[in-house]
Structures are given as structure tokens and as C-alpha cells.
């Protein structure tokens, strides 16, 4: 359904003297993902993640290369879908406008597409109690307001997720309970999503496969079931530096 | 003698009417490391401020604190500047808002280890360097030269626990050290924390709210919630068997989290 | 804690919008409040001291001073109050179409205002009234082209910073059109900011008209005017340096209370913001 075709992508910082030096973030990235399917993209910050996903958000162009969905560029696609992506970013406090109550940012995304779905059931599907409604965004915690944009993100039954560290600023706990909302949520809605981490140990929970992006490079893509059998250098450090509790 | 005694810890927020933290106490014995657990909101960070005094005026804290048997929870707020100076460090989650990001790493080092070691600068230099190899920064001449930005959070990160490990307190505190890091810097800072233990002798107290890195790095823990005691003990007692149903709580969602990695691994294991 | 609860605590921005409404009623309604006419000259009575005729006496040509500084609220202080309007709409309109739309656009619009940005805007003003000759509209056309390149940077630099939050990437990628996203997201989240900029800025524009028309460029008499009071008063300072108070206290407060009030305004703002981003 989605495929990323030998995207290139650098940016261009200023350094000593006048000469613009180019960065480059991203070389020859290329992979698919089916209909359905939750592929996980770990890598550390710095290694392109955000990159990537802002690429097939359409929010950036791409140097060379492209971003096609159902064959149409990411951009184009969003404009004749809308509603059909969707994204939860891990910095939940800017990701909501601040003058807005709870209930107008997710009627804002449930008008787009005329859904017949109401509020009350979204609410009820991120496990918010109604209450939460006519509050403002600083009066909800971390978890609550993460649940919030989970329930914005698919109040339009979106095709397409993609969920940029959406667990990671949360503590443990927090994490685990909205790790099982999605896990739900998943099998509910059959949405293909491409899940962001840095923690090994949350994407083997949720997602079907795994691709490790390391210095602008995908170095390796397992199915989950495998993820022990790792071959690159990368792959194999990451996992060990898993912090196990038992 | 315990090196830190809290007895009856409670500080209450006078502005908003509420209250932080109620009577919590604990103690942490010298060359051992001491866990606190909790979500964010538990009050935990408040605490340690509450511990070394440095709480906003309307905060009203009370209970007692001794620190190498001294009550500093009755200090005058100089000698307690001094007691924080010489015998205590802290090492916070964010490393980045730490460092002045105007001057380069080495000349803050520099600085900070001139003013309170009483060293020459040349003496500081050497020193700065030798304590960036120590918590395992390679080419630390290199770094010194640095501007904050121009450091990753993991560097940063390790430079503060640099300054703080240089400074020899007889107590560090590490505030949430490793949650704004990559997983693998993470178990990298994880392993380097557990070199420091054996090496320096030095007590650890360690404010977290991932158990995992609790189970690692103590042997003492305190539950938190909402600004109560839930329980503590022995680490490995409090996390195998956990008493409160809050702890088991904590637990449980910890181990629902890892199990499918933890089943992926293990059928792995099988096969071999 | 809304941004108006925290000006209702705030004493000095209270009383600043207190003192500044008050100068908004007596410009309005000027005609009625104003004991004498602002023009009439009454060459017998020039120069005298405080009457109950003429609350502020009079000047050497016997208009009374108090009625001649309420009807130049409505020159001094409307008109700079229009100027600024209307600046800052041309900067919300082509400041945001910079900061929204990027690209080819936003590069242009920035060139264009980094020439008009390279002149010092005095001499600017002083060019264009040259050529245009002295006078109410022109003087408010010259402050226009004098600072509309600043503003329409300014905002779009403030666009630009809140079209970089995740809400209004959220936005962007679920398919909202711009202008929804324009309208709804970025327009009231900047109002504030706007809002602070213009307030704070409101008193140069003051200062600016009072000086051009001091300078006989703007303002025409016998229209009354605080700068041209300022200028008239000037030719009597040696026997009466007295006339010089009134209308230069005029203009000090009101700037003062304007500056004052972009102050907390700004506060205010600020304060919201740290709460909400906690």
C-alpha cells in the first residue's frame, strides 16, 4: 500500500565561512508496507526517524526519490484522502492547540469526515471518562492528553497511521496501558501504521515487523518473531542494550 | 551512622493548598545505593529539593533531615549551600539546561572544579580530563573543546555525571538520569553507573520511574504515590514479591510490557 | 488562568486601560466635554492663566488650551491608532501569507521588505511627505510605508513559529485546508502576540505624528494637534514656557500608558503560555 522508493534527503546548514555545507539525513531508504501491517522504525535520535516519518506525512519533499501511496506521491494522496492519515507525535503538549477544550479538538477531526462515529464512543475507546470533555488541555496528564490525540488520530478511521514516539516521553506504566489501547485499537480498526521508537521492547508488543535506521541507513528489516536472530552490528547492539527486568 | 536520615518528610504547597509529599522516611547507609520509584507527579523530584533545601519560599517543608548525623533541615541557608557544595551532587534529567550554553564544556568544568577543589586551573584541566575517560568519554580533550549544542544528550549526560563523580561528594543524586536517552545510550549510562559503584565507593540515590534501571543500580528502594510511602525494602525483595497493591501494579504493567520481547528472546533460547 | 484574569490583577495595566479609555471617551466626545471651541481666536485674552472659562488658560492667540488638547486626542491619538490598524492588518495579510506558504512567495515578500527595511525610516517619512506635501492622510500613508516591512516580518516570523507546532502538523496531515488551518489554529494564536506587538508599538507611531506635525509636516493649523501645540507654544517659551506643559505631558502619558500596557499585556501572555506548555 505504501512504499518509500530510493529517498535521498539532506538538509543544508551553514558552517564556517560562507559555503552552504549539505547534511545528508537520509541515503537510498527503500521499503514497502502492506495493507495491515505495523512496521516499527527504530533508530536513535539523530539517525533520520523524524525524518523519515515527516517525509511520509508529506509534510517534506524528498532531494530524490519518492514516497508513494497507492501509487500517488504522499502529498497528492493526503489531498484526495482526507482524514485517512493521521499521526500521533510524543510531544503531546504542543500537539494540541492550547485554547482548545478537549471536545473541539476531536470534533475538529470528526467534522472533516462526517462521521457518523461520536464523541462519547471515541472517548470510551481510549478509556477517558466523559468529564474530560470540557477541560483544557494543561488540566490532563501526560497519559490522558496522549489518549486524546490517540482518539483524535482515529476519529476519522484513518488507513494510515503513524505513531512518532508516541509512547516514549510516558512513564513506564502509562506506557504499558496505552501500548494496550493500541494493541486494541489494532486489531479493532486494521489500519497500517508505522510505529517510531527508540525502545525495542514497546515495538515488539505492537508491530509485526521491525526496520533498524542507523546514520540515514536502513541496516536491517525482521519480522518481529525473529528479532533474536539479527544479523548487522547495529541491530545486534541495540538489542543487547535492552535494559531487561525480570 | 547513616549518611542520609529523613524522618517524617512532608512538604506542603502553601499557594495551591496542597500537599506534596507526607511524612516520608527513609535512610540510606554510606557506599549503598538507594532507589525511589514513582510515576511522574509522585512527588519524587520534589522530595530531593525538599532534602537539600532548595524549595520556593511558599513551599512549607517540615520533618527533619540528617545528613552525616547533622540536621540540615535546620541549617541556615549558607551552611546549607556549603553541605550541597562539598558533600552532595545532583545529577539531573535534563543535561542540556544544565550547562550554560554559551561557553564551551571544558571551560565550565574548569570553572566549577577551580572554584570548589581549591586546584589550579592547569590542575582542573587535568582533572576535567581524567574524569571524562572515567565515565567513558575517549577522546575528553577533544569534547572539552565543545559547546553544549554541539553534544549529544548522552554526552551531555555523561560530562554532568563527569562533574559530579570529580567533585567526590559523599552522596550523588541522580534524578530520572536516563530518561531523555536513546535505548542505547541508556544501558551505556546503565553500565557506567554500575562501574562507578564498585570504583568510588561514593552512595547513590537513584529517583526513577522505570524499574528496570532500579532492579540494576540499587539495593534499598522506596515506592511513591501521590506523594505517600507505599512501601520499601530490600530491591530485590519489594520487586520479586511486591506487599502493596500499587507496587504490583508497577510491576505488572512493567512485565506486560517486555513480555512479547521477553517470548520472542526466550523462543530463541529454546531453539539453541 | 485566562489572559484577562491576569491583567484584572495586574494594577498598573488596569490603570493604564483605565487612563487610556478615559482619553477615548474625552477624544469622542470632545465637542461636548470641550468648554470653548479649539480654534476661536480671541487675540484680548491671549495668555491668561487658570479661569473658570479656560480650566488650562490660553495660548497667544487665546484658544483655550484644555478644548484644544481634547480635540487633539482625536488627531494625535485616533490617527495614530488608525496607522497602526492599518499597518498591522498589511502585515497579518502579507506577513502571513509569507510565513504560511513559504516557498518562492515567502522569499519574495522578504526581499521586498529587506529593501524597504534598508532605508531609516525618519528619512523615508521626511521623502515621502516631500513629495506628497504636509498633511493628515500623507503623514498616515508615510508612517504606513515606513514600518509595514517590520511588522509584516515580525508576523511572519511569528507565523511561522506556531505553524512549526504539532497541532498544526496534525492539521496539515489530516487534510485541512489551508485556510481552515489559517483561520482556526494560526490567526487566534497569534492575536496575542500581535496584540502585544502593536500596543507596544502604538506610542512611537504617537511620538512620530506628534514630531512630524512639531516639525510643521503633518498636521495643518488651525487643526489642533499635541505636536503642533508643542511647536506653537515653542515661538512664546521665553516669556510663557508654561504652554509647553500641557500639551507634552499629554503625549508623555499617553505613550507611557501604552508602553506600560504592551508591558503586561505581554506578561499576561507569557504567563499563559508557560502554564499551558507545562
Redesign the interface.
Known amino acids: 500500500m505504501l512504499e518509500v522508493n530510493h529517498v535521498y534527503k539532506s538538509y543544508s546548514k551553514t558552517s564556517t565561512g560562507f559555503r552552504k555545507k549539505s547534511m545528508p539525513v537520509l541515503m537510498d531508504i527503500t521499503f514497502p508496507i502492506n495493507k495491515g501491517e505495523w512496521v516499527a522504525l527504530v533508530g536513535e535520535s539523530g539517525s533520520g526517524k523524524s525524518t523519515l516519518s515527516r517525509l511520509m506525512l508529506g509534510l517534506e519533499k524528498a532531494d530524490s526519490g519518492n514516497v508513494l501511496i497507492e501509487g500517488k506521491t504522499a502529498a497528492k494522496w493526503i489531498k484526495e484522502n482526507r482524514g485517512k492519515m493521521s499521526v500521533v507525535f510524543q510531544d503531546y503538549t504542543s500537539s494540541v492547540n492550547p485554547s482548545f477544550k478537549v471536545k473541539d479538538i476531536i470534533n475538529e477531526s470528526l467534522k472533516l469526515t462526517n462521521h457518523s462515529k461520536i464523541m462519547e464512543s471515541l472517548m470510551e475507546k481510549v478509556d477517558l471518562p466523559l468529564s474530560l470533555l470540557d477541560r483544557y488541555p494543561h488540566e490532563l496528564s501526560g497519559g490522558q492528553l496522549q489518549r486524546v490525540c490517540i482518539a483524535r488520530a482515529i476519529s476519522t478511521n484513518p488507513t494510515f497511521l503513524v505513531l512518532d514516539e508516541a509512547v516514549s516521553s510516558l512513564d513506564v506504566p502509562i506506557q504499558a496501558q496505552i501500548l494496550e489501547l493500541l494493541h486494541k485499537l489494532k486489531k479493532e480498526f486494521g489500519m497500517t501504521c508505522l510505529f517510531i521508537a527508540h525502545d525495542l521492547q514497546t515495538v515488539a508488543y505492537l508491530c509485526d515487523a521491525v526496520m533498524f535506521l542507523h546514520e540515514g541507513k536502513i541496516v536491517e528489516r525482521v519480522e518481529t518473531e525473529n528479532l533474536a536472530n539479527v544479523q548487522s552490528e547495529y541491530a545486534k547492539r541495540l538489542l543487547n542494550s535492552v535494559i531487561r527486568f525480570s | 551512622m547513616a549518611l542520609l536520615e529523613v524522618k517524617n518528610l512532608s512538604i506542603y504547597d502553601t499557594q495551591t493548598e496542597n500537599s506534596i509529599i507526607e511524612k516520608i522516611s527513609f535512610t540510606v547507609e554510606r557506599n549503598s545505593s538507594f532507589g525511589i520509584v514513582g ?3 509522585s512527588g519524587k523530584s520534589m522530595m530531593v529539593k525538599g532534602i537539600l533545601g532548595l524549595m520556593a519560599p511558599w513551599m512549607n517543608v517540615s520533618g527533619s533531615v540528617y545528613f552525616t548525623g547533622i540536621d540540615i533541615s535546620e541549617m541556615k541557608t549558607k551552611a546549607l549551600r556549603q553541605v550541597r557544595a562539598n558533600n552532595i551532587s545532583l545529577i539531573m534529567q535534563d543535561a542540556m539546561s544544565a550547562f550554560d550554553p554559551l561557553d564551551t564544556i571544558g571551560k565550565q568544568m574548569i570553572e566549577t572544579f577551580s572554584e570548589n577543589l581549591q586546584v589550579s586551573k592547569k590542575e582542573a584541566k587535568q582533572l576535567a580530563t581524567s574524569v571524562l575517560q572515567r565515565v567513558g568519554i575517549k577522546e575528553a580533550i577533544h569534547v572539552l573543546k565543545k559547546y553544549p549544542h554541539q553534544l ?2 548522552g554526552m551531555l549526560q555523561r560530562c554532568m555525571i563527569a562533574i559530579a563523580v570529580a567533585l567526590k561528594p559523599d552522596m550523588i543524586i541522580a534524578d530520572e538520569p536516563t530518561t531523555a536517552l ?7 549510562i ?1 553500565k557506567m553507573f554500575q562501574k562507578l559503584q564498585t570504583e568510588l565507593g561514593t552512595t547513590f540515590i537513584f529517583i526513577s ?5 532500579i ?2 543500580l540499587t539495593q534499598e528502594v522506596m515506592v511513591m504515590k501521590n506523594g505517600k510511602q507505599v512501601e520499601s525494602g530490600k530491591t530485590s525483595d519489594v520487586l520479586r514479591r511486591p506487599q502493596h497493591t500499587y507496587t504490583q ?2 510491576v505488572n ?10 517470548k ?2 526466550r ?3 529454546d531453539h539453541a | 488562568m485566562g489572559v484577562l484574569t491576569k491583567l484584572r490583577n495586574d494594577r498598573s495595566a488596569m490603570i493604564c486601560i483605565i487612563f487610556l479609555l478615559i482619553v477615548a471617551l474625552a477624544g469622542i466626545f470632545a465637542p461636548w466635554i470641550a468648554p470653548n471651541s479649539p480654534i476661536d481666536v480671541n487675540v484680548k485674552e491671549k495668555l491668561v492663566g487658570i479661569s473658570a472659562t479656560y480650566p488650562l488658560g490660553t495660548d497667544q492667540l487665546g484658544r483655550c488650551i484644555l478644548s484644544r488638547l481634547l480635540y487633539g486626542i482625536r488627531t494625535t491619538v485616533f490617527i495614530a491608532c488608525i496607522a497602526m490598524v492599518v499597518t498591522i492588518v498589511i502585515g497579518v495579510i502579507i506577513g502571513g501569507i509569507a510565513g504560511i506558504f513559504r516557498g518562492k512567495i515567502d522569499e519574495f515578500i522578504m526581499r521586498v521588505c529587506d529593501i524597504f527595511m534598508s532605508f531609516p525610516s525618519e528619512v523615508m517619512i521626511l521623502a515621502i511627505v516631500g513629495v506628497m506635501g504636509p498633511g493628515i492622510t500623507n503623514i498616515v500613508i508615510a508612517s504606513i510605508i515606513a514600518k509595514w516591512a517590520w511588522y509584516t516580518r515580525m508576523i511572519r516570523s511569528i507565523v511561522r513559529k506556531y505553524s512549526d507546532t504539532n497541532y498544526i502538523q496534525y492539521a496539515r496531515v489530516s487534510g485541512f485546508s489551508r485556510w481552515h488551518i489559517a483561520r482556526k489554529h494560526i490567526f487566534p494564536s497569534t492575536a496575542g502576540e500581535i496584540s502585544v506587538l502593536a500596543t507596544l508599538d502604538i506610542g512611537s507611531v504617537i511620538i512620530m505624528i506628534s514630531g512630524l506635525s512639531f516639525l510643521g509636516l503633518g498636521v495643518q493649523p488651525p487643526t489642533a494637534e499635541w505636536g503642533m501645540m508643542l511647536n506653537e507654544a515653542k515661538n512664546v517659551m521665553t516669556i510663557h514656557p508654561a504652554l509647553m506643559l500641557p500639551p507634552g505631558i499629554a503625549i508623555l502619558l499617553v505613550v507611557a500608558a501604552f508602553n506600560f500596557l504592551g508591558d503586561s499585556l505581554q506578561d499576561a501572555f507569557n504567563a499563559k503560555h508557560g502554564k499551558r506548555m507545562r
Open positions: 510515576e511522574s507527579g549529544s544528550g536513546d535505548a542505547i545510550t541508556q544501558s551505556d546503565i520511574h522505570d524499574l528496570a534501571m532492579q540494576q501494579y508497577l504493567t512493567r512485565l506486560t510490557m517486555t513480555k512479547s520481547f521477553e520472542v528472546l523462543k530463541d533460547t
